[in-house]
């Protein structure tokens, strides 16, 4: 079974200095790994997705994403923090083609707070 | 603006009762994927269907069923309602079976009272 470990419910962080939120995951074969975004009352955004290829994977908004095979993780980082990124953060996994069902497994999210 | 539509956005309605949940894929997505987030299980996978066939089931409960039509929308039909299955209810939709990239709608919050 697929599983994805938040390990912060809430990360704080001021205006301007990088963030990083933490996902580590667990599945069978090659991971499929993605992060999402959640405002208020909103919808889930994506915002990257790590498939293969390049350790470090750039997305919407400035985010980007470490991943660590040794590790097991998928990091989400950027470099300078705005307020406006203040939200809930998903990090999800699926299994690979070839595994069957394509769904995704969330972590329970982290509520990320920029103070201004 | 993912370009997935959910109708209706809230929902109220009484225990005991049946509502249904609309969802309408990105054009050209064969896939539909529907998801429950509530506060105490967090966001789970119910059911994933594709052109019209059921694909994959997750953690969805025997009073819940989904359906995908030959216009490719999905209805998620909740009956029997309790308390506990007041949720956001979200769908998304990807181009195909393995399609890596799920989109999601906007959610259709259920109150049930």
């Known amino acids: 079974a697929q599983s994805v470990a938040q390990p912060e419910d809430q990360v704080n962080v001021a205006e301007g200095n990088p963030l990083t939120v933490k996902c580590t995951y667990s599945?069978?074969?090659?991971?499929?790994l993605f992060w999402y975004v959640q405002y208020p009352n909103r919808g889930l955004q994506f915002l990257l997705k790590?498939?293969?290829?390049?350790?470090l994977v750039k997305g919407s908004y400035g985010f980007e994403a470490e991943f660590n095979k040794s590790q097991t993780s998928f990091h989400l980082k950027k470099p300078s923090a705005l307020v406006s990124d203040s939200a809930l953060y998903f990090c999800?996994?699926?299994?690979?083609?070839?595994?069957?069902?394509?769904?995704?497994?969330f972590g329970k999210g982290t509520k990320l707070s920029v103070i201004p | 603006d993912s370009g997935v539509t959910q109708t209706p956005k809230h929902l109220i309605t009484a225990t005991g009762q049946r509502v249904t949940l609309r969802c309408s894929p990105r054009s050209g997505d064969l896939s539909v994927y529907w998801y429950q987030q509530s506060l105490d299980q967090g966001l789970q996978f119910l059911i994933q269907y594709y052109n019209g066939e059921e694909r994959a089931k997750g953690n969805i409960l025997e009073r819940f069923s989904a359906q995908q039509f030959p216009d490719l929308h999905s209805e998620l039909n909740l009956s029997s309602l309790e308390l506990g299955d007041s949720a956001l209810y979200f769908c998304?939709?990807?181009?195909?079976?393995?399609?890596?990239?799920?989109?999601f709608g906007p959610g259709t919050r259920l109150l049930v009272l």
């Open positions: 599945v069978s074969g090659n991971p499929y």
């Open positions: 998304a939709s990807s181009p195909g079976t393995s399609g890596e990239t799920q989109y």
């Open positions: 999800a996994v699926r299994a690979p083609p070839g595994a069957g069902s394509y769904q995704l497994t």
């Open positions: 790590y498939i293969t290829g390049d350790n």
